[in-house]
């Protein structure tokens, strides 16, 4: 599991638990997938589709696209636009 990258001071909602490729990654509720991925130390969440790269976290109020990723089971969601929900599952395909 990777380091929290959270400010420890900041007070936030109930801890859950979501899925990230299958493994357990730490969130709370109120923050956005996009919150619980960087935190969490994950940086790419896909490649482009014309071989340009890695893609990640741009604007982070949903207009870029750039945080596309599959949330239980429905791909191309907006991490920066979905609340966490406990037991989400969540795949990045920026491996």
């Known amino acids: 599991m990777m380091e929290d990258l959270r400010i420890q ?4 909602g109930e801890k ?11 969130a709370y509720e109120g ?6 991925l960087l935190a969490a130390g994950h940086r790419v969440f896909r490649q482009s589709r014309n071989g340009a790269g890695a893609r990640g976290i741009f604007c982070g109020m949903g207009v870029c696209y ?8 429905v791909p ?4 920066c ?3 966490v929900e406990d037991g989400m599952e969540v795949v990045i395909h920026g491996q």
């Open 16 to 26: 859950i638990t979501i899925r990230v490729n299958g493994q357990p990654v730490v």
């Open 9 to 12: 001071s900041v007070l936030r």
């Open 76 to 79: 191309n969601r907006r991490a």
């Open 31 to 36: 923050e956005s997938v996009h919150a619980a």
């Open 81 to 83: 636009m979905c609340p």
């Open 66 to 73: 750039e945080c596309l990723v599959t949330i239980n089971g």
